[in-house]
């Protein structure tokens, strides 16, 4: 892309996600085995087939009487079927006797089905003296009867690759018997903060600096997202310590996260570096506000001298591939609203992607109502923070108090939503309807 043109969100986000090469399981280095303790929150890389039906037998889904259906298709209060109970079949107990005609097992729900049985009685339907049982209601044939492989057949897909394996998934794995899980490993992302001005929080503040909270953000921030940060620390404003920083962060890398030095400053130079490193720039402004400027580019993967590290080198496989294989760039803004606004909107995205999540790729919209006035300038999408509730089956948004400045990191604190001014409108008033999207908060 050439040119400083500014980008419609939805053609960055569309450019962005082209650029993504994800995660796939028939590349070895993509993939690792964790534990099913530690699998919660990580996304299968293979398809997942169990040797195990489910049910794994016939079972009776009620406490009852397991009996031949023929035995009592057509009992009633007035005509009971009286039978001879043979056996008791609690759940775990393998049954030892065959129900013959005139006969029945009392069994509790999850218990094996005994051979020539094919039907439950619900006890409440039933009566039992000793060893006889009164059966008082015909049931239908098979009545609470689960059958074996009726919920899934050994040998099928039980969960598919990209699967983002929640509490639920991990249930499944569990009654399949998986203890060791095929999953992608999780993205690296190197974080730069540029500027001389910036200093660590373990640093005391003198007059003029400013304290890198982006770095902390932007990690916390892949932390959520299932990434891997690695924190690079403050680069300085030099174009030589930029190149350097780059470098290295390329060396280790499928993602970089730098903030600041994308705009028209003169300290702003990583466009400047991106292309001396080779890299292909493919957005460089957005009409976003905030988080206007943002550079998105790949370059190659290298080493720290700068050397173009392919597949095969890089990963010491014998395929005898050279193909190199790109490192996906975001330069956010520097003011810290912006660098996590560009976050949410664009790079979580591009996250997805690379994580191995299949289609569709999306954002948590939705739409709500505005509890307050929003106002933009109405040429680029304006994103207001604050929070959102469902009340009474509807979405309200509720914005922060307080400048909703881009310098302004304050007032994010406790928020869970950006509501959106679109492009060609000025104000949202109150009790209209606004799109909201969601963020980390939930």
Known sequence: MSGSSLLQPDDAEAIILRCVQPFTGQKAADVEQVS???????????????????????????????????????????????????????????????????????????????????TIVIQEEAQRDGDRVTILSSPKSEAFVRHRAAFYEAGQTLLAAGT???????????????????????????????????????????????????????????????????????VEDTPEALKKAIAHAASQADMILSSGGVSVGDYD????????????????SVAVKPGKPLTVATLSRSDETGAVLTQASSESESSGSSKSFPVLYFGLPGNPVSAMVSFWRFAQLALQKLSGIPEPWTLKWIQGRSRHDLRSGGQRETYLWGTVQYIDGAYEFSLATGGHSSGNLINLSGMNALAVVPIGKKQVAAGESVRILRVHHG
């Open 269 to 284: 130079y990583v466009d400047r570096i991106l292309a001396e490193l080779g890299a292909t720039i493919h957005v460089r």
């Open 164 to 234: 983002m394996i929640s509490a639920t998934e991990v249930a499944v794995l569990a009654a399949a018997q998986c203890v060791q899980i095929p999953v992608f490993r999780r993205p690296k992302v190197a974080i730069l903060s540029t500027g001389s001005e910036l200093v660590s929080p373990h640093q005391p503040l003198q007059p003029g600096q400013i304290v890198d909270s982006n770095q902390y953000a932007l990690a916390a921030l892949l932390e959520e997202a299932g990434a891997e940060p690695i924190c690079c620390g403050i």
């Open 36 to 118: 099913l303790e530690k699998a919660c929150g990580r996304i299968l890389a293979t398809d997942i087939v169990s040797q195990l039906d489910f049910p794994h037998w016939d079972n009776s889904a009620m406490d009852g009487y397991a009996v031949r259906f023929e035995d009592v298709q057509s009992c009633s209060a007035e005509a009971p079927a009286v039978l001879e109970i043979v056996e008791e079949i609690p759940a775990g107990y393998q049954p030892q006797r065959e129900v013959g005609i005139g006969q029945a097992s009392r069994i509790l729900t999850g218990a094996v089905m005994p051979a020539g049985a094919d």
